[in-house]
């Protein structure tokens, strides 16, 4: 990790009034790093791949809630058993596509609700948040199905 990255981490808890601490570090260069959704046991996989020293589980699960509080990270729900964090880069919200064959995810950067949450801010409503997963099946597991066929 080059020291330009914990910088600008650094700088992002710094901002929200935080502690900086080597796993919330760890946690943040991990979801910087990759561009979808990962659950709570790939972000930790992850922080301890090629660490002398681990950290555990429940760290992981606070740091990710706290995240979560703050809006740095968000949750996502692909409608099975897993949650999934993925980092709000300058507060930018997308979508995602997901293969209901071979579970790639790819980003939708597009939102086209931004209307719609206008109008129920409209309503007196606030904080307000929303969700949309599409599913499918990708190019490359369509091409296979359409050969054994």
Do not use: W
Not at 33 to 58: M, Q
Not at 64 to 82: A, R, Y
Not at 96 to 106: A, D, G, M, W
């Amino acid at each position: 990790m080059t020291i330009n990255k914990y910088d600008e981490y650094k700088k992002i808890l710094s901002a929200k009034s935080q502690r900086i601490t080597i796993p919330r570090l760890k946690v943040l260069k991990v979801l910087g790093e990759n561009n979808k959704p990962l659950t709570i046991s790939n972000i930790h996989k992850l922080l301890n791949e090629n660490s002398k020293k681990k950290t555990d589980l429940v760290t992981v699960y606070r740091i990710l809630d706290l995240f979560v509080k703050l809006s740095l990270v968000t949750e996502v729900n692909f409608g099975d058993e897993f949650k999934r964090y993925e980092m709000l880069k300058h507060g930018h919200h997308h979508h995602h596509i997901v293969c209901r064959v071979c579970n790639k995810v790819e980003c939708l950067n597009i939102c086209i609700l931004k209307e719609l949450e206008e109008s129920v801010k409209q309503k007196g409503y606030s904080q307000i948040k929303h969700s949309l997963e599409f599913f499918g099946v990708c190019s490359a597991c369509t091409s296979k199905n359409s050969k054994s066929a």
